[in-house]
């Protein structure tokens, strides 16, 4: 098994072209940009490195090691062009990822500008991370088409022998974390379309878990979602810690909302989250104590295959 | 209607880079959902339907993904937020940016016969009738 995926890694280095896997949309500066300034632009864009760029032109890089060396000699105020290794080594956008990476290997660097070959323009920037998530990225790609063959739901429940049949996905979510949330729902949706569970049953099932996962990431500290996949139904348990509905009845009023202004900044937080959840419910049932938590249960029938085409004729497609 | 007609409309530009533009410019659109409101962009039909919003957070890309939009236009110039350009391009979703208002916006694409949900669910009635 490991043999058969390293050859396939290999063969996806001389597939896979530079601009595939490569960085867009870079960060560059200006040959006349201070040195002062650098740091902040690396901070707050995470790299350590840039292609210094005049007028579309690559001239040259400038790297973290070459800002410390620049604090080394005390710091003094210059440009970017004073500091940055003119003599760069880029790569063309056309070229097969082997070439990279062997430039990479052979001249010790950390990254390579890309050209595009026409143009002579810079159109990205690869690194060694590039490739690694862009090998993994295409082995994923064919891993799914492998599993997506053979697995659908319909046969999955049919294939098990059993009187009764669950499958249980469990999901964490954290409180506060912004970046991440909606994973769950993300996450919730492709498995079970991989599952072969009809659309709108996914898409009922995915709009509830993302307002639930929501109210966990804004109002607790984080928490806990399982879902069960039934032949029949769907059904999502979301559990937390606290703080708690003082007023259910008000809580599920359309447009009543205790959100903090930042949360509706994210075009949340307009008191429509429990409202859409019942809307995308068969059953539903919210129970929640001051202090200690809440917990929410919604069930959403799977939708049969004759509603499966209706709905597709309302949405025209 | 083609995503890269609707990039004409209105004097948008293609945002996430080069694959972008080629992987979506022939995305065909049915109809179109406009709104800051993430949870109503979540009762959206979003299938075949163009997103039009001001807000730029990830956010955004997720209730794009999770009611199956095919794309994002950002109004009045403003760019996506990294996080969001990140996850539209893990996420296959088309983004247009346009330096016109949401309202203008709006107009120009109805003009040119791209409907709204409710007159796609009415137009679909009328044709389930016959």
Redesign the interface.
Same mark, same amino acid.
């Not at chain 1, 210059?78 to 290997?105: F, G, H, N, S």
């Not at chain 1, 994923?140 to 053979?150: A, Q, S, T």
């Not at chain 1, 993302?210 to 069960?228: D, P």
């Not at chain 1, 348990?237 to 205790?258: H, L, R, Y």
């Given at each position: 098994m490991p043999e058969q995926e390293i050859t396939k890694t290999q063969e996806m280095v001389y597939e896979l072209l530079v601009?595939d896997v490569m960085t867009? /949309?870079v960060i560059s500066v200006a040959p006349s940009t201070p040195m002062s300034g650098l740091r902040e632009i690396l901070r707050v864009n995470r790299i350590s490195g840039t292609p210094v760029l005049d007028d579309g032109k690559l001239v040259g890089i400038i790297s973290i090691e070459d800002f410390i060396s620049w604090l080394a000699d005390g710091g003094p105020e210059c440009p970017v062009a004073d500091r940055m290794t003119a003599d760069v080594r880029a790569i063309y956008d056309d070229e097969p990822l082997v070439q990279a990476v062997c430039k990479l290997e052979r001249l010790g660097f950390g990254r390579l500008p890309v050209l595009g070959r026409e143009t002579g323009c810079l159109?990205g920037v690869i690194t060694k991370g590039d490739i690694v998530s862009g090998l993994l990225k295409n082995l994923e790609v064919d891993y799914l088409n492998v599993e997506m063959r053979g697995s659908r739901s319909s046969h999955l429940f049919e294939d098990i022998v059993a009187d009764q049949s669950l499958l249980v996905l469990k999901y964490q979510v954290r409180g506060a974390d912004?970046?991440r &949330? /909606?994973a769950c729902?993300?996450g919730l949706?492709t498995t079970l379309r991989r599952l072969g569970v009809p659309p709108q049953t996914t898409?009922r099932a &995915?709009?509830a878990t993302?307002?639930a996962e929501m109210n966990l990431v804004v109002f607790t500290e984080g928490g806990r979602v399982t879902v069960e996949v039934e032949p029949e139904l769907i059904r999502l348990k979301v559990e937390d810690g606290g703080p708690g509905i003082p007023d259910i009845e008000k809580a599920m009023q359309p447009g009543f909302s205790t959100a903090p202004d930042w949360v509706r900044e994210?075009?949340?937080g307009?008191g429509? /989250?429990l409202p859409?959840i019942r809307?995308c419910a068969d059953r539903m049932r919210l129970d929640s104590t001051v202090g200690k938590g809440t917990r929410l249960e919604v069930e959403i029938l799977m939708e049969q295959p004759d509603e499966a085409e209706r709905h597709c &004729?309302?949405? /025209?497609? | 209607m083609k995503l890269e007609e609707i990039r004409k409309v209105l004097d948008a530009e293609w945002f %996430? %880079?080069? $694959?972008s533009r080629t992987d979506c410019s022939d995305r065909e659109v049915?109809l179109c959902h406009a709104s800051?409101?993430?949870?109503?962009?979540? $009762?959206f $039909?979003g @299938? %075949?339907s163009l997103l039009l $919003?001001g807000?730029t957070? @990830?956010?955004?890309i997720?209730?794009a993904?999770?009611?199956?939009f095919a794309g994002v236009c950002f109004v009045r110039g403003k760019k996506p937020q990294p996080?969001a350009?990140q996850l539209a391009q893990e996420?296959g979703i088309a983004m247009l940016v346009t330096p016109l208002s949401m309202f203008e916006s709006c107009g120009r694409l109805h003009a040119k016969g791209l409907p709204g949900g409710d007159r796609?669910?009415e137009? @679909?009635k009328c044709?389930?009738k016959k």
């Amino acid at each position: 098994m490991p043999e058969q995926e390293i050859t396939k890694t290999q063969e996806m280095v001389y597939e896979l072209l530079v601009r595939d896997v490569m960085t867009k /949309g870079v960060i560059s500066v200006a040959p006349s940009t201070p040195m002062s300034g650098l740091r902040e632009i690396l901070r707050v864009n995470r790299i350590s490195g840039t292609p210094v760029l005049d007028d579309g032109k690559l001239v040259g890089i400038i790297s973290i090691e070459d800002f410390i060396s620049w604090l080394a000699d005390g710091g003094p105020e210059c440009p970017v062009a004073d500091r940055m290794t003119a003599d760069v080594r880029a790569i063309y956008d056309d070229e097969p990822l082997v070439q990279a990476v062997c430039k990479l290997e052979r001249l010790g660097f950390g990254r390579l500008p890309v050209l595009g070959r026409e143009t002579g323009c810079l159109v990205g920037v690869i690194t060694k991370g590039d490739i690694v998530s862009g090998l993994l990225k295409n082995l994923e790609v064919d891993y799914l088409n492998v599993e997506m063959r053979g697995s659908r739901s319909s046969h999955l429940f049919e294939d098990i022998v059993a009187d009764q049949s669950l499958l249980v996905l469990k999901y964490q979510v954290r409180g506060a974390d912004f970046k991440r &949330a /909606g994973a769950c729902a993300s996450g919730l949706k492709t498995t079970l379309r991989r599952l072969g569970v009809p659309p709108q049953t996914t898409r009922r099932a &995915a709009v509830a878990t993302y307002e639930a996962e929501m109210n966990l990431v804004v109002f607790t500290e984080g928490g806990r979602v399982t879902v069960e996949v039934e032949p029949e139904l769907i059904r999502l348990k979301v559990e937390d810690g606290g703080p708690g509905i003082p007023d259910i009845e008000k809580a599920m009023q359309p447009g009543f909302s205790t959100a903090p202004d930042w949360v509706r900044e994210l075009g949340f937080g307009a008191g429509m /989250g429990l409202p859409n959840i019942r809307k995308c419910a068969d059953r539903m049932r919210l129970d929640s104590t001051v202090g200690k938590g809440t917990r929410l249960e919604v069930e959403i029938l799977m939708e049969q295959p004759d509603e499966a085409e209706r709905h597709c &004729a309302e949405v /025209g497609a | 209607m083609k995503l890269e007609e609707i990039r004409k409309v209105l004097d948008a530009e293609w945002f %996430g %880079g080069e $694959t972008s533009r080629t992987d979506c410019s022939d995305r065909e659109v049915l109809l179109c959902h406009a709104s800051d409101l993430m949870s109503d962009v979540l $009762t959206f $039909t979003g @299938a %075949g339907s163009l997103l039009l $919003t001001g807000l730029t957070n @990830a956010q955004v890309i997720r209730a794009a993904e999770i009611s199956d939009f095919a794309g994002v236009c950002f109004v009045r110039g403003k760019k996506p937020q990294p996080e969001a350009v990140q996850l539209a391009q893990e996420r296959g979703i088309a983004m247009l940016v346009t330096p016109l208002s949401m309202f203008e916006s709006c107009g120009r694409l109805h003009a040119k016969g791209l409907p709204g949900g409710d007159r796609a669910r009415e137009d @679909a009635k009328c044709r389930s009738k016959k």
